[in-house]
Nanobody, 118 residues
Framework: QVQLVESGGGLVQPGGSLMLSCAAS????????MGWHRQAPGKERELLST??????RNYADSVKGRFTISRNNTSTVWLQMNSLKPEDTAVYYC?????????????WGKGTLVTVSS
């Protein structure tokens, strides 16, 4: 089992920045990939960015060039969000993919709300 706890959400003006953090606990040695998704009201959950244990990163086109994902070697992943737009308003969820032998599982945090508004 892996537990994920996000922090860092809040209210920010358009053009501003926020940094989200996600701390993992439990069987962290089995985490292969961590990442962030978001879900805006009335919309489907959207994959934003992932980062593997060896540091390989991927970004959705909607956030490429504005958001940066990073992680330490163990249990924490961050999402630096710059040039925020009102359409970035959503609940942001941390995600972890674990591999243990042939068993692959994913885990989710409870989410943190980001509101971009003047």
């Amino acid at each position: 089992q892996v537990q994920l706890v996000e922090s860092g959400g809040g209210l920010v003006q358009p053009g501003g920045s926020l940094m989200l953090s996600c701390a993992a606990s439990g069987r962290i040695f089995s985490i292969k990939t961590m990442g962030w998704h978001r879900q805006a009201p009335g919309k489907e959950r959207e994959l934003l960015s992932t980062i593997t244990r060896d540091g390989s990163r991927n970004y959705a086109d909607s956030v490429k060039g504005r958001f940066t994902i990073s992680r330490n070697n163990t249990s924490t992943v961050w999402l630096q969000m710059n040039s925020l737009k009102p359409e970035d308003t959503a609940v942001y969820y941390c995600y972890a993919l674990t591999v243990n032998g042939i068993t692959v599982m994913d885990y989710w945090g409870k989410g943190t709300l980001v509101t971009v508004s003047s």
